[in-house]
């Protein structure tokens, strides 16, 4: 079993930043790829940003040149950073990750972190 923990929400003003964490545990043996979602209140679920074990990253065009997804593979951890953040980037942000254990391999979700903008 595999579990992911995402921390770093929280309320900030717009143009602020923050940085999210997601934590992976349990049995791992690789993380091919790790991205990032976000649902706002009445919308469906979006990529923010992933990135593959190689290196090749891709964003939400909504995003792009203000958020930076980063992952530290001895930890297992992957990051999110946040900047120039803007009302519209309110909503439950959570990680996501393709996790190869022993002898499978599965896609699992954190429980998600807030991360509210506004004055």
């Known amino acids: 079993q595999v579990q992911l923990v995402e921390s770093g929400g929280g309320l900030v003003q717009p143009g602020g930043s923050l940085r999210l964490s997601c934590a992976a545990s349990g049995n791992i043996v690789s993380i091919p790829a790790m991205g990032w979602y976000r649902q706002a209140p009445g919308k469906e679920r979006e990529l923010v940003a992933r990135?593959?074990?190689?290196?090749?990253?891709n964003y939400a065009d909504s995003v792009r040149g203000r958020f930076t997804i980063s992952r530290d593979n001895a930890k297992n951890t992957g990051y999110l950073q946040m900047n120039s953040l803007r009302p519209e980037d309110t909503a439950v942000y959570y990680c996501?990750?393709?996790?190869?254990?022993?002898?499978?391999?599965?896609?699992?979700w954190g429980q998600g972190t807030q991360v509210t903008v506004s004055s």
């Open positions: 990135t593959t074990s190689t290196g090749s990253t």
């Open positions: 996501n990750a393709d996790v190869r254990s022993r002898g499978t391999f599965m896609n699992y």
